[in-house]
């Protein structure tokens, strides 16, 4: 198994957006042998060490059954399939995918069709998949239901049922000083203004991971470019290539000199590339297809996840009901820079990255942002997700936010909208 290089990997990764064609047959099951995997990523993300700590674990009453939302034409569900092909190849295991699962009665059917096909562990990938999941864990408590984005596992007491994410707005942020370096680039060179500084964004919807990742990239650019601003639109889609590239287009049009985003699609990083407009774009990189524009991309790295959640199926031991992966523990990963990216960029982002795996610096540390022209010292977030939205756990600790917090829940929770951020479609 290669090992990890550092927190970048390698810029030519099958991850990257341009992925491969899928058809409607997709979402019927495809049963993969582990020698018939094809190729996944051209750096592995799984380190000799990780693997090595299961060398005498016994997998082989493990079954595993993974759901995605859509196909490897989505970044995000390309990210999650790599991890899973990568996990279960490095650890032996059968496993079965299914594709194109809508958030619907679609992914209870397709989660009870896999634990009735024997798979003993069964992961979802999409937010609205989880109310399903919770009824398939109900149904069949011998089986391990595992969910990413979700909200309810503290909650509901299933001990079979469990949430896992990572601390994506620690890549964000890096990701957020790539863009701020390169805008400080354009600065010097006279392409800009200070003034003109603008960066805009394209969401999904107004959920709070959205937010905490926009935030966080924000507060990225923000802390090597004081001047940045940003404008924020939504799609209502967390995949809408059309949606996404007039987005792009009509942000560009409305003075923003860099563009991010927090969808799923080309659309932004094709838009870019034919405006000439610098891109930071999600989940894998855009290189090849865009190679004058792009500069970096972060990503959680769901492999490390998924070895440690189908141990414990293995080893019948419990599997952490909030499971959050960081930096450190190599679940949030950055891709190579691009061509597009500034000189010292690199340098700039590693500095910072040794910061954040020390623990002396915090994405929402509450002096770099303000709220209503405020600083805040309380907020009350929304951690158990009631009906009415009523703030329930204190999130401010030694004067930070703290986002995916040791005693809370794994999903985002940061909802504010800070200064410096405009927020132009808030229907979603």
Request: net charge negative; charged share 20%; glycine share 8%.
């Amino acid at each position: 198994m290669k090992k990890l290089t550092a927190l970048f990997l390698a810029g030519a990764m099958v991850i990257g957006l341009c992925a491969c064609g899928s058809t409607s047959e997709d979402a019927a099951a495809e049963t993969v042998a582990v020698e018939e995997v094809a190729e996944i990523a051209e750096e592995a993300t799984l380190t000799d060490s990780t693997v090595e700590e299961t060398e005498n674990v016994d997998f082989s009453g493990v079954k595993a059954g993974f759901i995605f939302l859509h196909d490897e034409n989505s970044t995000y569900d390309l990210n999650f399939i790599n991890g899973a092909k990568e996990a279960c190849d490095a650890l032996g295991i059968e496993y079965v995918l299914k594709t194109n699962i809508p958030e619907g009665q679609e992914c209870y059917d397709a989660a009870c069709e896999l634990a009735d096909a024997g798979c003993n562990f069964v992961f979802a990938d999409s937010f609205g998949h989880e109310d399903y999941m919770i009824e398939a864990a109900k149904e069949f408590p011998e089986v391990q239901f595992c969910h990413a984005t979700g909200t309810k596992a503290h909650t509901e007491g299933l001990a079979n049922y469990h949430n896992a994410f990572a601390s994506i707005y620690e890549g964000r942020y890096l990701a957020g000083i790539a863009a701020g370096m390169k805008i400080n680039e354009m600065i010097a060179n006279g392409d800009i203004t200070e003034d003109q500084a603008k960066i805009g964004y394209i969401g999904a919807y107004t959920y709070a991971e959205v937010i905490s990742g926009y935030t966080s990239f924000f507060l990225g650019a923000r802390s090597v470019c004081p001047s940045a601003t940003m404008e924020v639109t939504f799609t209502g889609s967390w995949y809408d290539e059309t949606a996404e590239k007039e987005a792009a287009n009509n942000l560009i049009a409305d003075g923003c000199i860099l563009i991010s985003q927090h969808a799923d699609s080309m659309g932004a990083p094709t838009a870019c590339e034919t405006a000439n407009v610098p891109d930071v774009s999600y989940n894998g990189s855009t290189a090849s297809a865009c190679p004058n524009t792009f500069i970096v991309s972060s990503r959680i790295n769901w492999a490390p996840y998924f070895v440690y959640a189908l141990t414990q199926t293995a080893e019948g031991e419990a599997i952490d009901t909030d499971w959050t992966g960081n930096i450190a523990s190599e679940s949030v990963a950055l891709t190579e820079l691009g061509s597009a990216a500034a000189a010292g960029t690199a340098e700039a982002i590693e500095a910072a990255r040794a910061e954040l795996e020390a623990g002396t610096l915090h994405v929402f540390d509450t002096a770099t942002f303000t709220v209503d022209g405020e600083t805040l010292t309380s907020y009350m977030a929304d951690v158990d997700t009631d009906a009415e939205f009523t703030g329930d756990h204190e999130v401010i600790v030694d004067g930070y936010f703290d986002e995916s917090g040791e005693n809370f829940r794994s999903a985002p929770y940061f909802d504010l909208k800070i200064d410096g951020i405009t927020l132009l479609d808030t229907a979603f």
